[in-house]
């Protein structure tokens, strides 16, 4: 009962009413569109009245917020005026919601595209192949490079995935697959531990690993930390993806005879595949970037490096934050250029996995397909 | 979904009988047993980690502690190193204040959000912002610090400015300083750090809200359209009550965020060691910047204290994020909209 009243409820533009005219259920109508028109003119021409000719005061922000305001009252007004008081709220109320929504994502834009304008300036290919060696403080922007510090990056976040991605792939099929008593209170630790302050994930493996342990500042002390923040993402999105695996295909495999261990690993893992890769790689994303903990653990350094095990490290990260507070120019423009690598590799790496989860599990990739083709199973 | 239940035919007779539970005959082969312990172990590593986190800042802070005693929590300077009283009576309000100010520009604008995304939004849309959300939470916290510091702040302080001219009575916004209100006293504030990591809460809020925004009921959604409400009527009555769980857990996971928030405000602000009402002028600081600023010039001593401060962290960051997660989860369970 209930179903089908939902599904013609959704469905409203197909649903046929007796004289074959499809119905729309429109928000909008011509009226609106006309006295929301006519509100930003007039709104406009008034906040120009006040700014230019009353007030001897200038700005486009203060204009912009001016014109806003103005909209906003012309138009209820309006809206009052011709459908009454309900209408009215349900319009103030959509504008702002519009504007809220907006205000989400006017940041983000101006964030990256900010980074880029001053990045891009000093970017050299040469960024990626060398390090800081023969650069001075007052050496040109462009000369020298990152390569040092992208290395760190790369071996830092990769050990930190070797540790974090298979412990929280169990873990989380623990959660949803194996369960017991731990199931609740494991949960909750994690919900908990994805709340860590990523400098306090720096503190402890400062204190465990360098004070306790006795080791020095190096990329692996750097590892462990991004894998205490790394663990806690991997699990939660991995259970998430786990859950959407359809009960009924764990059910027959089991039917048919299939141990736990096979169910899980031939049955609900490769069906949840492409959301788990999605959730490393977000997770990945997210790490890359982490600066406080590095801080406290890899020691940072202007030469190539490229053993994790021994000796300071630097990151990308790192490298940009110590950078950026010099006071000599081309020293901030080389942490911009970092900067932008940054960008760009979570970048990329977001767009990887964004394309990897927009396929559902029944996607059969062209590799795939073509090894099914030689079995003559397609 | 109960009324699919009784109306199932109901010849299987003894299956169909609710209180008999049937335990299926588990038979575990070798492997299996050792899958089950391989990932009950890998749960009991993560269990473990929690405890040593909370138990080598306890055991690195404890020095001092023992030496601060209760000064630690009443004390604001911080000179451990100088010999000196050190404590967190001015970080901590400081702290609170910054995740304060970012919550209060956060929330408003991740509701907004999330019901844009859920209720407002064409589908294409839709799916772009809900995109643009994610890259929001996926951008480094260091590249916001540096986006407020160098773009920001600038154009931040002639708000602020405006702010202690205008509303100057309210004692957050009282501005009392003997150069007057020129420019050169709002950068490195609160307010402009609150405002950086208001950024860096949005995506968390917004995941929270929009989670528990889009498991509205859908009859009762309809019945309020079906009634003649308005898009904002089937919102404020149906869409709200029902999500306010997620709208608290979500600020409040938002909030554990932002107390725990460690680069941008290092970069934004100018230590200060006396805690004050104002947000606006100069000077604040957080633990977790404290710790990133004063961690390489610490000794061994410092670096004690620094860990206490830390565990200080860890734990208010714990018990928000704990309250958090019991509202959200029991707002999920919607005992009282089963329709």
């Known amino acids: 009962m209930t179903t089908t009243l939902n599904t013609t409820l959704n469905n409203t533009t197909e649903n046929k009413i007796n004289t074959e005219e499809r119905i729309k259920i429109r928000d909008i109508e011509m009226v609106d569109v006309i006295v929301m028109t006519g509100s930003a003119i007039s709104a406009f021409a008034l906040s120009y009245f006040f700014f230019q000719i009353l007030l001897p005061v200038s700005g486009a922000l203060g204009f912009l917020v001016c014109w806003y305001v103005f909209f906003n009252i012309i138009s209820t007004v309006a809206v009052w005026e011709l459908r009454g008081a309900v209408k009215a709220k349900d319009h103030l109320a959509r504008v702002f919601i519009w504007t809220g929504g907006m205000a989400a994502v006017v940041p983000l834009i101006l964030v990256l595209g900010y980074v880029i304008g001053k990045g891009y300036h000093s970017l050299r290919p040469q960024f990626f192949t060398q390090d800081q060696k023969y650069v001075g403080a007052l050496s040109k922007s462009t000369e020298g490079g990152g390569a040092h510090a992208i290395v760190g990056t790369l071996e830092q976040v990769g050990i930190a995935s070797l540790i974090s991605v298979p412990l929280g792939i169990t873990t989380a099929v623990y959660l949803n697959e194996v369960k017991g008593r731990l199931t609740k209170p494991l949960r909750m630790i994690i919900d908990a531990m994805s709340a860590v302050p990523s400098i306090v994930a720096g503190l402890f493996i400062y204190a465990a690993w360098i004070l306790a342990l006795g080791n020095q500042q190096s990329g692996i002390a750097g590892s462990l930390a991004l894998a205490v923040l790394f663990l806690p993402t991997v699990t939660r999105t991995s259970e998430v993806v786990l859950r959407l695996v359809p009960g009924g295909l764990r059910e027959a495999s089991l039917a048919l005879g299939g141990t736990e261990w096979r169910t899980t690993s031939r049955v609900v893992l490769p069906t949840a595949k492409s959301g788990l890769v999605t959730a490393v790689i977000l997770g990945v994303a997210r790490v890359i970037g982490e600066t406080a903990p590095l801080i406290l653990t890899v020691g940072g350094a202007f030469v190539m490096n490229s053993n994790p095990l021994s000796g300071k490290q630097d990151a990308l990260p790192y490298f940009v934050f110590r950078l950026i507070r010099f006071p000599q120019e081309a020293q901030v423009q080389r942490a911009w250029t970092g900067a932008l690598v940054l960008v760009i590799l979570v970048l990329v790496l977001f767009v990887i996995a964004r394309a990897i989860g927009g396929r559902g599990p029944d996607h059969i990739s062209r590799l795939k397909k073509r090894r099914l083709k030689r079995k003559g199973l397609a | ?339």
Request: proline share 5%; charged share 10%.
């Open chain 2, 1 to 339: 979904m109960s009324v699919v239940g009784q109306s199932a035919p109901s010849d299987i007779g003894t299956i169909s009988d609710p209180d008999v539970v049937v335990h299926p005959v588990v038979r575990r082969s070798g492997v299996d047993r050792i899958f089950r312990s391989v990932a009950t172990s890998s749960g009991v590593i993560t269990f473990i980690l929690m405890g040593l986190i909370g138990g080598f800042l306890l055991l690195k802070g404890y020095d001092a502690l023992k030496v601060a005693g209760w000064g630690f929590l009443t004390d604001s300077e911080w000179a451990p190193d100088q010999g000196g009283k050190f404590g967190i009576a001015a970080i901590l309000p400081f702290t609170v204040q910054i995740a304060l100010v970012a919550l209060f520009i956060a929330v408003p604008v991740a509701l907004s959000t999330a019901l844009f995304i859920t209720e407002y939004a064409p589908r294409k849309l839709r799916r772009l912002l809900t995109a643009m959300i994610d890259l929001l939470a996926a951008v480094p916290s260091l590249i916001y610090g540096l986006w407020g510091l160098f773009y920001l702040q600038p154009r931040l302080i002639t708000l602020s400015k405006w702010m202690a001219n205008h509303l100057g009575w309210i004692p957050f916004f009282h501005v009392d300083n003997q150069y007057g209100t020129s420019l050169g006293i709002f950068p490195s504030s609160t307010f402009v750090s609150g405002v950086i990591v208001s950024l860096m809460v949005i995506p968390i809020c917004t995941a929270v809200m929009r989670e528990v925004f889009s498991q509205a009921p859908p009859g009762e959604r309809e019945g309020a359209m079906a009634l003649g409400g308005t898009r904002w009527g089937v919102v404020r009555d149906v869409v709200l009550p029902f999500g306010r769980g997620g709208i608290i857990g979500g600020s409040m996971l938002g909030l554990g965020r932002a107390l725990g928030e460690t680069i941008a405000v290092t970069l934004i602000i100018s230590p200060a060691f006396t805690a004050k009402w104002s947000i606006l002028d100069q000077g604040s600081n957080s633990i977790a910047a404290l710790i990133a600023l004063k961690f390489s010039e610490s000794s061994t001593f410092g670096i004690s204290a620094l860990m206490a401060a830390g565990l200080a962290l860890f734990i208010i960051t714990l018990l928000v994020n704990a309250a958090a997660s019991t509202v959200v989860s029991n707002s999920r369970s919607g005992s009282s909209t089963e329709i």
